[in-house]
C-alpha cells in the first residue's frame, strides 16, 4: 500500500506543480483531473462490486432404475411360445407371453384371476372381463349384458375379440391361467423364463413400474442436503438434463461391512419427469442447490484487507482513487465473499 501511496503522490505533486507554473482553462483542468485518474487506474487491477445469489452446488452420484422388480404369478400350463423383451411396456390389452401359441393377455381389474372364464361362470372375474368387452365395443353386436354372468352372448363377444385381435378362430372362453388382471400399466424388468421351456405355474417375467427412479446413498455428513419434495436436477447418461424430485430419505443410517472396511449411507429415492427410459440401472449425476445468502454484495475475496486494529476493509475507488473502506464480511463462495458496508453493485474495489 505504502508503494501506491507513493505513486499517487507523485502523480498528484506533478499536476500540482504544472498548477503553479502557468494558469489552467477550466477545460485544460477537466482533462488533467481525467488524465491523472486514467494514470492512477492503470496502476492497479480493479474488480466490480456485484449482487448475486450465493449458491453452492453439491453433486451426488445415483443409479437411475425403475424401483425393485416384482416376480409376476404365472397360473398358465405348457410350452412357452413367445417371449417379450426387458423394457417392454405392458398396458391393458396386451399379450404378457404365449403358452401353446396361446396368448396371456393383461386386461384391467382388481380382482385376481383364479379359474378359467367359460359359460356357467359368474363373478366379479367374469364382470372385469365383459366390462373391458364393452369398452371395446365387443359386447353390444351380441346384445350382451354386462352383468358378471357368462353367457352365450358373452361367448360371442370374446370370439369376435380374439379373432379381432390376435387371428384365433373359435376362441369362445378362456383358459385358466390366460387372463391376468391388474390395474396399473407396468415395466417389464426381467424375463425370467425360456422359448420352448415347459411352465407349470412359477413366474416367467418380473415386472416394476413405469416411473423413472433415482437411488442415491448419501453420505451421513450430508444429512439434511436433501429432503423429500425437493426437486433437483439430474444428467442423464446422454449428458441431458431432467427435473427430479425427493419422495423418500430413509430416518436411519445403512450399514455394511465391520471395522474400517465398513460402510455408511442414507437411502435416498427420486423420481424423474416423465415415463419410461433406455438407460436402466446406469449411472447419473445429481446436483443439489443449496442458498448460502441471497441478494447478497459480494466482492473478489482477495479485495479484502486485514486492519491492524482488527476487522476489514476494501479499498473503493472514487475518483480515480482507492479510499479505505471498512466492511463487514458475510459468506464466503468460491471466490465471493458477501460484505455490508458503503458499497452498491458498480462499485470499483481494488484487487491486489
Given amino acids: 500500500m505504502r508503494g501506491r501511496n507513493a505513486?499517487?503522490?507523485?502523480?498528484?505533486?506533478?499536476?500540482?506543480?504544472?498548477?503553479?507554473?502557468?494558469?489552467?482553462?477550466?477545460?485544460?483542468?477537466?482533462?488533467?483531473?481525467?488524465?491523472?485518474?486514467?494514470?492512477v487506474d492503470a496502476s492497479f487491477?480493479?474488480?466490480?462490486?456485484?449482487?448475486?445469489?450465493?449458491?453452492?452446488?453439491?453433486?451426488?452420484?445415483?443409479?437411475?432404475?425403475?424401483?425393485?422388480?416384482?416376480a409376476l404369478p404365472n397360473r398358465a400350463s405348457g410350452v412357452l411360445t413367445w417371449l417379450p423383451e426387458a423394457g417392454a411396456i405392458i398396458e391393458p390389452g396386451d399379450v404378457l407371453y404365449m403358452?401353446?401359441?396361446?396368448?396371456?393377455?393383461?386386461?384391467?381389474?382388481?380382482?385376481?384371476?383364479?379359474?378359467?372364464?367359460?359359460?356357467?361362470?359368474?363373478?366379479?372375474?367374469?364382470?372385469?372381463?365383459?366390462?373391458?368387452?364393452?369398452g371395446r365395443g365387443f359386447m353390444e353386436p351380441h346384445s350382451a349384458s354386462v352383468d358378471g354372468d357368462f353367457t352365450s352372448y358373452t361367448e360371442g363377444a370374446i370370439e369376435d375379440w380374439y379373432e379381432a385381435d390376435f387371428g384365433l378362430l373359435d376362441r369362445g372362453s378362456?383358459?385358466?391361467?390366460?387372463?391376468?388382471?391388474?390395474?396399473?400399466?407396468?415395466?417389464?424388468?426381467?424375463?425370467?423364463?425360456?422359448v420352448g421351456a415347459q411352465i407349470n405355474g412359477g413366474s416367467?417375467?418380473?415386472?416394476?413400474?413405469?416411473?423413472?427412479?433415482?437411488?442415491?446413498?448419501?453420505?451421513?455428513?450430508?444429512?439434511?442436503?436433501l429432503a423429500v419434495d425437493q426437486q433437483v436436477a439430474v444428467e442423464l447418461p446422454d449428458e441431458s438434463e431432467v427435473t427430479a424430485t425427493v419422495t423418500f430419505v430413509a430416518d436411519v443410517v445403512t450399514t455394511s461391512g465391520d471395522g474400517p472396511q465398513a460402510q455408511s449411507w442414507i437411502d435416498v429415492e427420486l423420481v424423474l419427469e416423465g415415463a419410461g427410459s433406455a438407460f436402466d440401472e446406469s449411472p447419473v449425476v445429481i446436483s443439489v442447490d443449496e442458498a448460502i445468502e441471497l441478494d447478497a454484495v459480494v466482492v473478489p475475496i482477495p479485495a479484502l484487507l486485514a486492519l491492524a486494529e482488527g476487522g476489514y476493509a476494501v479499498e473503493k475507488v472514487i475518483d480515480g482513487m482507492p479510499v479505505l473502506i471498512a466492511v463487514e464480511i458475510g459468506s464466503f463462495l468460491s471466490n465471493d465473499v458477501s460484505v455490508t458496508a458503503d458499497l452498491v453493485p458498480g462499485d470499483l474495489v481494488v484487487v491486489p
Fill in 204 to 225: 416367467v417375467i418380473s415386472y416394476t413400474d413405469t416411473i423413472r427412479l433415482v437411488s442415491v446413498q448419501l453420505d451421513p455428513e450430508l444429512s439434511g442436503l
Fill in 99 to 134: 403358452v401353446d401359441d396361446e396368448p396371456v393377455i393383461y386386461l384391467p381389474g382388481d380382482v385376481p384371476a383364479y379359474r378359467a372364464l367359460r359359460d356357467g361362470h359368474e363373478g366379479n372375474d367374469v364382470l372385469q372381463l365383459e366390462e373391458y368387452l364393452d
Fill in 7 to 39: 505513486v499517487l503522490a507523485i502523480l498528484i505533486l506533478g499536476v500540482a506543480v504544472a498548477g503553479g507554473a502557468f494558469f489552467l482553462s477550466d477545460s485544460d483542468a477537466d482533462a488533467d483531473t481525467e488524465a491523472v485518474a486514467e494514470a
Fill in 45 to 70: 487491477t480493479t474488480a466490480e462490486v456485484q449482487r448475486k445469489d450465493l449458491v453452492e452446488t453439491t453433486e451426488l452420484d445415483g443409479t437411475l432404475g425403475f424401483g425393485d422388480p416384482v
Fill in 174 to 194: 378362456i383358459g385358466d391361467g390366460l387372463i391376468v388382471f391388474g390395474t396399473e400399466t407396468f415395466r417389464i424388468s426381467q424375463v425370467t423364463g425360456q
